[in-house]
């Protein structure tokens, strides 16, 4: 079964950039699997960043960009900021009606 | 401002069925796809299954035996059941609504129920 692959930790100092990757455990990850990004901070519900690869949600600020990077997608911060620090997951549609979510990305701002 | 709002039992029994109802306010349910989605404790989102308003439904292979995701249009609601639960099915279950133009992601997302697998 194939697996959705993230970075399991990041840290990024405020005021940088940090770029979080989503990758796919065999084959590559395209505009295809219409990538989505979710923010998770602590004890919430899951946040809409990005979708369909490079789309952002109403109301998500302009630091928060997508993109797919050869055969990753990948979520850009730039300019990171204290409340940005959540867990980051990617999700993928996987065709047939099928949905997978990677396992998150710890994002520490320090 | 469309919200989902999860509903049910906290507590189920090893071997019991787990029945969470997620209740839709601001909005209609028609038109959308619906979906469940749970977090394992210190664990990653799996997507459960979803419903159609329509009342088509698909549910992940994982679960596909023991789940069923029904909607009640009439009351802007949407269900789970999932059967002979163990506790490897404690979990926080989300309600989550497909977006509109592209049904591929998950737009919107109820706070979440926390359910323990417990006798």
């Known amino acids: 079964q194939t697996m959705v692959t993230q970075e399991p930790s990041l840290s990024v100092s405020p005021g940088g950039t940090v770029t979080l990757t989503c990758g796919l455990s065999s084959g590559s990850v395209s505009f295809n699997y219409y990538p989505t990004w979710y923010q998770q901070a602590p004890g919430q519900a899951p946040r809409t960043l990005i979708f369909?690869?490079?789309t952002r949600s109403v109301g998500v600020p302009a630091r928060f960009s997508g993109s797919i990077l050869g055969n990753t997608a990948a979520l850009t911060i730039t300019g990171a900021q204290a409340d940005d620090e959540s867990v980051y997951y990617c999700g993928l549609y996987m065709g047939n009606d099928i949905w997978v979510f990677g396992g998150g990305t710890k994002l520490t701002v320090l | 401002q469309v919200q989902l709002q999860e509903s049910g039992p906290g507590l189920v029994k090893p071997s019991e069925t787990l029945s969470l109802t997620c209740t839709v306010s601001g909005g209609s349910i028609s038109g959308y796809h619906w979906s469940w989605i749970r977090q394992s404790p210190g664990k990653g989102l799996e997507w459960i299954g979803y419903?159609?308003?329509?009342?088509?439904?698909k549910y992940n292979p994982s679960l596909k035996n023991r789940v069923t995701v029904s909607v009640d249009t009439s009351k802007n609601q949407f269900s789970l059941r999932l059967t002979s639960v163990t506790a490897a099915d404690t979990a926080v279950y989300y309600c989550a609504r497909h977006g509109f133009a592209s049904y591929w992601y998950f737009d919107l997302w109820g706070r979440g129920t926390l359910v323990t697998v417990s006798s």
């Open positions: 369909s690869a490079d």
């Open positions: 419903v159609y308003h329509s009342g088509s439904t």
